[in-house]
Structures are given as C-alpha cells and as structure tokens.
C-alpha cells in the first residue's frame, strides 16, 4: 500500500479521563491511531471499551468537565483539533469530519421538519466557507442529497417530520445530512443497529456505494464483526481504551494475533452452525482502578509476568498488522 | 411422535390502537399483531422464533404466558387448553416462564438479588429452606453466592440477565419463553449466556421458545426454526433444512442480509435476494400474501390471495405462492 506522507486523521497517545465522585475514571488510555485518505478504518470493540468517547474526542464535543485530557494529539491534516480555536473547529467539523449516529430517532429534532433541519446544517456550512447561500438554493441541495440517499419524492418528505419517516428512512435522512456537506470524513456510529437486519443490511448496501462513489474516508464504529468485514478495509481493535491490533480487514478475520482480538472473533456466532465458543472469562474492567500493565491481563488466557507490569506497545509484527501483546514483541523488556 | 408440550393452533391476537371516523360512525382501528400462527414445540426442543420488529413475535410469547389473552385461537399446554382461561391456575403459571429481552428493565432496582429470587418461591415452592433455595440458583447459573446481596445496578448487563434466567428457573419450569435473551449483550457475553442456557437446558430438560431477529444465532441453538413476518409465520423447518435450502423469498432475504465473518457463511447465503422496501406497518398490512409489496419474485396473484401452508418434506412448510 502506497500511504501518503501525512495521514488524514492521526491521534497520538490520546487519554481521556472522567471525573466522577470519589476519583476519575481512566477511560481513554493512550489511544494511537492513522488514517489515510480514502481508507475505510473500522474500529471495533464490545460496550464500554471508549469508541464513542475516542470519537466525541475528535469531533471535540465531549464536555470538558467532567472529561479531561490529560494527554495526546489529534491531528487532522497535521493540525491539531484539540488545540484548535472555536471558529477552526466549525469548519472541521462540517467540511472535515461529519457524524452519522446510531439512533437515528434521536439524532433528528422531532419539532422541526426535516427541511428546516437539512436547511440548518447546508446554510451553516455556507456561513463557516463565508459564502451567501439562498433558500432556492439550499432547497435544490437538499432535495438531491435526499435523492443520492435513494428517498423516494424527496420534495415531499422535506415537507415531513421526523415521526413520519420509518426508521430505515431515518437514517437515511441523517446519512443525506452527514454527506450534504462533503466531509472528508465521515465517521459512522453503529450505523445499522437500531434497525431490523433487512433494512440494515439496505443501509450498508448504500453508504458503501455512495463512499465508493465519492472515495471518502470512512470511519465505522461498531461492535458487530460481520459489518466491519462487508464495509472496511482496515481494523482497528479496541479494548478498555486502547488499541490492542490493528491490520487489514481480510487479516484480522485471517489471523487475529492479540488474544482479544481472537477471543472475540471466536465467540460470534456462525451459520455454519457448530456451536458457539465459551466467550472471554471475566468482564471490562472498571475504569476508576484499571489493571496494572495490559488492561486485559486479568482476562487473558497466555498471561505471563511482564503482563502485569507494563502496558504493552503497539508494535508492528508484520507491514500493515500491529498488536499491543507481549507475546508478539521481540523482545521484551524487562526493566522495573 | 411424542406428543408436544405446547401446541398453538391458529392463534390470533388484535390491538384496537384508536379509531378513525366521526361519533356514529367511529371504527376502530386494529393492529392484527398475531394473525393465524400455529406451532408445536416437543418436550427438551428448542424452537427459534425469528422475525423482525412489528412481526408480532414478542406477542405471540406474552400470548404464551398469559400476558394477553389471545382473540382467537388454541393454545394447548401438554392437555389442558390454556388460551381461554381467564385467570391461569397456579400450576400452569409455574410451569411456564419466560425470561425478557432487556435485563435492566426486568429486575427491581429496589431489590437485592436476593429478594427478587425468593418472590417465584414465596409464590409457588412454599415450605422448605428459602435461603438454600436461592443459594442453588445461584450455583445453578454459576454466579458466586454473595451476588445475592447485591443490587441489580452492581452488576453487569449479562449478570443481570442471568440473574433474569435465575428467576425463571425458580419455579422449575418445564417450557422457559426467551424473548430476545441476549439482544442487549455484547457477543463475548452472549456467548457465555447462550452457552448457560443451553447446558441448563439438557440438566433440566427445558424446552425453550427463543425469539431473536438474530439468524447466526439461532443456526446455533434452535433445533427448528419458524419465521415470522407481520403476524404470520412465513416458514418453519429443522435448523440444518432450513439454512441449507430456504425457500420463502423472505427468508432468503434474511440470510442473504446477514453480515457474516467467514468465507465458508457467504457461500451459504443466497446471493440473488437483496433486500429491497420498507416493512410495513403491522395497522395496514398488504392483502394477498403480505411478503408481497418486498418480493422479487411477486406475480400478480400474490396480492390477492394469501398463499396456504405446503409441507416439502419432513417438516419444512412454507407458505408461498412459488411452491410446490
């Protein structure tokens, strides 16, 4: 893979900490991660292990407090968000980076018809590229948003409120606002699990043709495997909030390295039948005390010494194929 | 054949949800959630009831239960008819039970595990030691005995829903109702929930109805599968009948709609069926066979007349205009 020099999205040792009664929660703990232009980066992980936290981070919306950083860079195009000023910031998060969300339903403002909502997000984009904007305008860029959408009479459902749509149309909607600005990202939050497997499986079928179409870099969240395998070219796995593996779609299915990462792929059940795996023993750990070292080491069947003692880095075993375990490091250090 | 446990004969259930029309001329409007199923479950099966939202299959389990009474219909617990009873004698409430899809719901945040396992005993095991009895349950589903002073906010959400299976088990049930048991897990705890479930099932000789929208689930723990589509079950077949030749066009979308993360599944879902429509809305379903405003394959008669069931063989029914 020819990789240009300067990734698109590149966040460097991110933590992110919560404050709670009684002490803070370590939620992010040094997160790396890359991506280049026109990649598709799925990132992966079960409840609670910081996806949406790593996202709200990037998109800088997370509230500060309780949240902190304590540490790391993000950085878009070379710049770093986290030290962008308000007025950037507007511009990245449209024409840079948009967001589709998981529920749909609550993503749109059930008192406002989706015209007036359509209408706020493309006259603000104008505002953010100082451009004049007219209403014709923003109607006729409306009505073809909805139509790369594949929405049937996009007149009139601009006419219509949310509670008119059905779910799968929802969503729709929310993908024709994220791309009616041209991101350059757009990060897609469990796009399809708030609906039935049927209109599920329309919706991928769609947002991977319309990123083919436009080569966008994607980022898809989720923590079922089998939409990261149809939707992404690369992997990034996540675990009590940091990246343990991360490689090509195909090699991650292939030939998970990080015993996280294989554990996971295990307990999914298959049509192939045969049963389904004993799952990984014990659960994600609390963020307030997180384990020494390797946050999966109370959990993790090959657990040695240095586990549980130093955090393992991620480290690149094969081109393309990284993973955060002692048992694939050269050599490790042993130093206390 | 043995003779089933439970046998549920063309059971309907309508919703009046509100009515259209002026004073003398108000009619109401109905939601025919469950509109003709039938279906037999054998003593120590597992029947996978799979469908999507709306599809009426979280009614057809409160049916089962006795949450609602069913509008028309048979339903018939090993050789007493049960459908029509006003109020279920005892007995009949402790032989069926049924664990629900959203653990955090369905426990009592006011009480400790412990009270909330000993109110199914208070009711229907009185006498013996109530304490030893919790203290089985626990070690029954494998959760250490101190989770009984717990509350269910200290645990996790695939405690819970053990603590949820707990329940169901105090009344030493003969058939447990899954509704969705697993649908609010992440998959590593699913597969430690499924797995729970399934050697409990061979300990005690449960029989199970479990309802998912997940297939890749069900191809693991069903030994027959039914699906349903707005009110009706459009198929029913063994687990290894069914995923090998589907036959209705719906349930070929189903699979061919599945993300899966192996090369040996994609050569097993049908590549042709894409999904396509929205589904409908359970108050206004389509006439004919109501498949057909989504099929590939719709010939015109298919919106007239609502095809029957045919038997292909060894059980798998299909109701399709398409066959025999």
Redesign the interface.
């Known amino acids: 893979m020819v990789s240009s020099p300067t990734p698109l999205l590149e966040i460097r040792d991110l933590a992110v900490n919560f404050a709670v009664y009684g002490g803070e929660l370590r939620v992010l703990d040094g997160v790396n991660f890359r991506m280049f232009a026109g990649e598709r980066v799925g990132l992966v992980g ?2 609670g292990c910081g996806k949406t936290t790593m996202m709200k981070a990037i998109l800088r919306v997370l509230p500060t407090p309780p949240a902190r950083i304590p540490r790391g860079e993000i950085l878009f195009k070379g710049k770093d968000i986290l030290k962008m000023k308000e007025r950037e910031l507007r511009s990245v998060r449209g024409t840079g980076i948009s967001m589709i969300f998981q529920d749909p339903t609550a993503a749109l403002n059930p008192v406002f018809t989706i015209g007036a909502q359509m209408h706020a997000v493309i006259q603000s984009q104008a505002q953010n590229n100082h451009r004049s904007i007219d209403r014709r305008k923003i109607w006729q860029l409306a009505v073809s948003a909805l139509k790369d959408v594949a929405l049937a009479d996009p007149e009139r459902l601009l006419k219509s409120y949310p509670i008119q749509l ?1 779910g ?2 929802r969503q729709r909607v929310c993908i024709a606002m994220a791309l009616s600005t041209n991101p350059e990202i757009l990060i897609a939050d469990e796009p399809g699990t708030s609906l ?7 919706i ?2 769609l947002l991977r043709d319309l990123v083919e179409k436009r080569n966008m870099s994607v980022i898809l969240i989720t ?5 990261v ?2 939707l992404t070219n690369r992997v990034y796995v996540m675990y009590a909030g940091s990246i343990v593996e991360t490689a090509e779609t195909t090699k991650i ?1 292939s030939q998970p390295l990080h015993p996280y990462t294989r ?3 295990a ?14 023993p014990g ?1 994600i750990p609390d963020y307030r005390n997180p384990p020494i070292g390797c946050r999966f080491h109370p959990r993790c069947p090959h657990v040695m010494e240095i586990c549980k003692q130093q955090k393992p880095p991620l480290i690149e075993v094969e081109p393309n194929h990284s993973v955060a375990c002692f048992l694939y490091s050269p050599t490790p250090k042993v130093e206390l | 054949m043995t003779q089933p446990i439970l046998s549920v004969q063309e059971l309907k259930k309508y919703f009046v949800v509100g009515h259209t029309g002026l004073l003398g001329k108000r009619t109401p409007v109905i939601v025919r959630a469950v509109d003709g199923v039938s279906f037999e479950i054998y003593p120590g099966e597992t029947l996978g009831l799979v469908g999507e939202s709306g599809s009426g299959k979280s009614t057809v389990a409160y049916t089962i239960v006795g949450m609602y009474k069913p509008t028309a219909g048979k339903i018939r617990f090993m050789d007493t008819e049960i459908g029509a009873n006003d109020q279920r004698p005892k007995e009949l409430k402790k032989a069926i039970q049924i664990v629900f899809q959203d653990p955090g719901s369905s426990l009592n945040p006011r009480q400790t595990i412990k009270q909330i396992l000993e109110m199914p005993l208070r009711v229907h095991r009185k006498g013996g030691n109530r304490l030893e009895m919790v203290l089985h349950l626990l070690e029954i589903v494998g959760l250490p005995p101190e989770t009984m002073y717990k509350y269910p906010r200290m645990l996790s959400g695939g405690e819970k829903q053990i603590v949820g299976i707990a329940r169901a088990l105090a009344t030493e049930p003969s058939l447990v109702i899954l509704d969705e048991p697993t649908s609010a897990l992440d998959v590593s705890v699913q597969a430690k929930t499924i797995n729970l479930l399934l050697q409990l099932q061979r300990q005690f000789n449960l029989s199970y109805l479990f309802i998912t929208h997940d297939l890749s689930l069900m191809r693991n723990v069903a030994n027959r599968v039914a699906i349903m589509y707005l009110g009706k079950i459009c198929e029913v077949a063994n687990t290894a009948d069914f995923f090998q030749k589907p036959l209705h066009p719906y349930t070929q979308m189903l699979l061919s709609s599945i993300p899966v993360v192996s090369e040996e599944e994609e050569a097993l879902r049908p590549k042709k069926v894409l999904s396509q429509g929205e589904i409908p809305s359970p108050v206004n379903i389509p006439t004919g066979c109501s498949f057909h405003t989504r099929c590939p394959f719709a010939m015109p008669h298919c919106s007239k007349v609502d095809p029957p069931f045919v038997d292909m063989g060894g059980g798998h029914l299909v109701r399709c205009h398409l066959y025999p």
């Not at chain 1, 999914?268 to 799952?279: E, K, N, Y």
């Open positions: 079960e409840t059905s799968g149309m039935d497997v049927t209109i599920q499986d329309q991928l079928r923590h079922t495997l089998g939409v395998r149809e299915f554990g996971l792929i307990t999914v059940p298959r049509l192939t039948g045969g049963g389904i795996a004993s799952g990984i659960r």
